[in-house]
């Protein structure tokens, strides 16, 4: 029995109802197959690596991949045993968890709204599209740094599989070097690291004057290379700091 079964729909009908929901679930950085085995799952309430895969279409191998990512970005939990079960989080905790962090993304941006043209300054803040785009713009934040590098980010492996060498050379050179990221994930090379649950965003600030905030899956970028920006960006960074040393 597959979803066209269970939500009694035809096949159009389904693919156009799973479209809307896989939209909004690719903004809270899910992929395809993540976002088909989290409805599935739903739908079941539990379910094997198996069953989800029969359920939602997809080879098992992959639905047992996805299973375990939202289990690492907390959508679902497991069970000890063979084979192991999977649960959905309940929706209200994600829904609470989604919403703040939203919410702290749009306090930055509130934080600097407005600030450069009350001061009669143009607003320089540049859109970077595609992820090979906003990966190479890291690269040269981080080759530019001097003395401080904070990365805050859900999409550590892409940007370790991309620019370790460069995480390698900035610390060599002295420069301060912190990465937040979500648990289990290996880092680059670094002199502090955080892990932090939920991270919805990628923000990246070097030495406090050039600033970016991108999407999840780092196909899109606001990129500003002007220090009034940066540095209110880097202080707010620095308060989630303080935060995450205290707790």
Known sequence: MNLIDVL????NSLEEEYRTIASVLEK?????????ALVSLIARNHGTAEEIADLARMPRTSAYKALQSLRDKEFVTSSDGRPTIFHPVSLNEVRERVLGEFEDTFDKLETIRGMLSEKGM??????????????AKIGEMLDASTRTFIISTPAIHEVRGEHAQRFKEAVGRGVEVVIITEPMYKVPECTRLYRKRDLLATDVISDGEAAMIASPDLSLCGYSDNPFIASHLDNFMRIVID????S
């Open 122 to 135: 143009p607003q320089l803040v540049y859109t970077i599209s595609t992820k090979k785009s906003v990966l």
């Open 28 to 36: 809270l950085g899910l992929s395809d197959y993540e976002s088909r």
């Open 243 to 246: 935060k995450l040393d205290t």
């Open 8 to 11: 009694k729909l035809d096949f």
